[in-house]
């Protein structure tokens, strides 16, 4: 949960948000830019100076995490953020934690609850589940990292190898003529 903006110029986005993040140790959180460049979604959850208690849920079943918050006190469920292809390895704790940018707010955790949810897998999705060693999610496209090159042009291709060979029939030229200048450098000082 972000309770105050850091980043200036951002108009579409309401305070406080709450943003979901994987990280295999690789990312770092942006305070400068309230962790967009690696946010997975998220949504606006007023929760300050309220008189009643706000609940958040986070699942993950079957690759999907899925969080929902209650911040009306009316015992209702809303959707925040809906996430496919999420790979989690096993064995890992779960935890809570508070880093702040600029500004601050305090948010107290009353409690944290656990349960392990039992879900009909087939032998080749309780193998895929196994092999999970890092938390990943598929198809995942972060807007601070780069797009991929887009392939080459045929004509593209062409110039650039035409140019390399002309290139290095140039370099070939001009070492065969230093070599024989050396050859008969070294010829003179025999004679």
Request: glycine share 6%.
């Amino acid at each position: 949960v972000d309770t105050y903006p850091n980043e200036e110029k951002q108009q579409e986005r309401v305070f406080p948000y709450i943003s979901a993040m994987v990280n295999n140790g690789s990312l770092t959180y942006d305070h400068d830019r309230d962790g967009r460049p690696t946010e997975l979604g998220g949504c606006t959850a007023m929760v300050r100076n309220l008189d009643h208690d706000t609940f958040l849920v986070i699942r993950y079943v079957k690759r999907r995490l899925t969080v929902m918050i209650d911040i009306d006190g009316k015992h209702e469920w809303r959707d925040c953020i809906d996430v496919p292809g999420v790979r989690l390895p096993r064995g890992y704790y779960f935890g809570t934690s508070s880093v702040t940018g600029d500004l601050s707010d305090n948010h107290d955790i009353i409690s944290l609850k656990l349960f392990q949810l039992t879900v009909e897998r087939t032998p080749e999705e309780e193998k895929r589940d196994r092999e999970v060693f890092l938390p990943v999610v598929d198809n995942l496209r972060l807007p601070g990292l780069e797009a991929p090159l887009e392939p080459m042009s045929g004509l593209a291709l062409f110039l650039i190898v035409f140019f390399s060979l002309v290139a290095l029939v140039f370099a070939i030229v001009i070492g065969v003529i230093v070599y024989n200048k050396w050859q008969e450098q070294s010829r003179k000082h025999f004679y």
